[in-house]
């Protein structure tokens, strides 16, 4: 059997797997009523008293509280009955290899008089179909909206159904390609890069693109447009440990890009209850407050806000790191903060020229 054919077949199994964990969950509500019960479903807690920062395994883990939700009880009959309304869509879309988006599972409730309040509610309840069922909303083929992207000079696979053994290097658009459903199941097929440097802002990634980074530095590129979505988390771990390619993540020198940072390498407390979404030997190599002092960049006060995240960063046990508490302490000293542009004071190309070999060679050494 090819590489290609056992992709295939595992994607298949997987979507197999999906289908009969949504196919119990209906037969136990069945059961349930048959035998003369107010129909209940059990899942894992997701309040923040149990959620918890597992250091052998390097990130959030939902501990092992759970909550019942039964229509027994008034207040849970309108979140469960759009609980089960949420998987018999999700099972129709994954039955006909279908794709949705969060925005469109809020707007198709309504053909079924299903409505939510707003859509943050029906993003909260795909997030309790996860943890009923124990897949990602990925794998269920429901979506956010396609915003990272990745340039560099890796050749990809294609997998999904009438795109099956397809290849495009993902240099070959100037923009970038865009980091959806369909790349990231795609199979690797040949990597000249050695690194990944994940960008949070759109216009360096741009900048890096244009000044080539990709060919002076070996790199893959990666757009995380502000904090990763989760796709694009997966992706860079699959990077990281199909590939072996080390991950590098810029972002803005304030703690909000120190928090972008973090939840690539350890996860988020919102997706505690699935695993493979973070890359925990990713490392942050700026823009460090220490940057801030040693590069002299123009800079902005730190808000009260900002402050305030900070205080939390300090009592956050994944911050506990050498480089992490030297910068949250240098942050609160200076009480200033930058861009990843402010190093264009000294030119449009000191950023790749100087700044960028520097922290790459640094990187390596902690």
């Known amino acids: 059997m090819s590489k290609n054919e056992s992709s295939r077949g595992a ?7 999906v289908l009969t964990s949504l196919q119990n969950l209906g037969e136990r509500i069945y059961r349930q009523i048959i035998a003369g019960e107010f129909p209940w479903i059990k899942m894992p807690s997701r309040s923040i008293n149990n959620i918890l920062y597992d250091q052998k395994l390097r990130q959030y883990i ?47 409730a309504q053909a079924y008089e299903m409505s939510f309040t707003d859509q943050q509610e029906s993003d909260n309840l795909i997030t309790d179909l996860e943890t009923v069922i124990g897949y990602s909303r990925e794998d269920f083929n429901v979506f956010p909206e396609e915003r990272s992207a990745i340039f560099g000079d890796l050749t990809i696979e294609y997998t999904i159904p009438g795109y099956e053994g397809r290849r495009l290097n993902l240099t070959s658009h100037p923009d970038g390609m865009m980091i959806g459903p369909a790349l990231t199941g795609a199979e690797f097929i040949d990597c000249k890069a050695d690194k990944v ?47 072996g390619l080390p991950v590098y993540i810029f972002t803005d020198g304030d703690p909000w890009g120190m928090h972008i940072a973090m939840v690539i390498i350890s996860g988020s407390a919102n997706a505690a209850h699935l695993r493979d979404l973070n890359t925990p030997d990713a490392k942050w190599f700026g823009v460090w407050a220490s940057d801030i002092v040693e590069y ?14 900070l205080h939390e960063l ?27 542009e402010a190093f264009s004071r000294y030119g449009l190309t000191y950023i790749v020229d100087e700044y960028l070999p520097a922290k790459l060679e640094m990187a390596d050494s902690y």
């Not at 849970?76 to 994954?94: E, G």
């Not at 960008?199 to 360096?204: N, R, T, V, Y």
């Open 11 to 17: 994607v298949r199994e997987r979507k197999e797997k």
């Open 62 to 108: 939902l501990g092992n509280r759970s909550v019942r939700r039964s229509s027994r009880n008034i207040r849970h009959i309108r979140p469960l009955t759009q609980l089960i309304w949420t998987a018999m869509f999700v099972n129709d879309l994954t039955r006909q290899s279908k794709t949705s988006t969060l925005r469109d599972v809020f707007y198709s």
């Open 197 to 243: 440097i994940a960008i949070e802002k759109g216009g360096l990634f741009t900048r890096f693109i244009e000044e080539r980074v990709h060919i002076k530095h070996k790199a893959l590129l990666v757009h995380t447009a502000g904090q990763a979505p989760r796709a694009t988390r997966s992706f860079l771990r699959r990077l990281n440990q199909e590939l």
């Open 296 to 309: 002299k960049l123009p800079s902005d006060k730190l808000t009260e806000l900002d402050i305030k995240r």
């Open 314 to 340: 300090r009592k956050d046990p994944r911050y506990e790191g050498k480089i992490w508490s030297r910068e949250i302490e240098t942050f609160m000293r200076i009480k200033k903060k930058a861009e990843q």
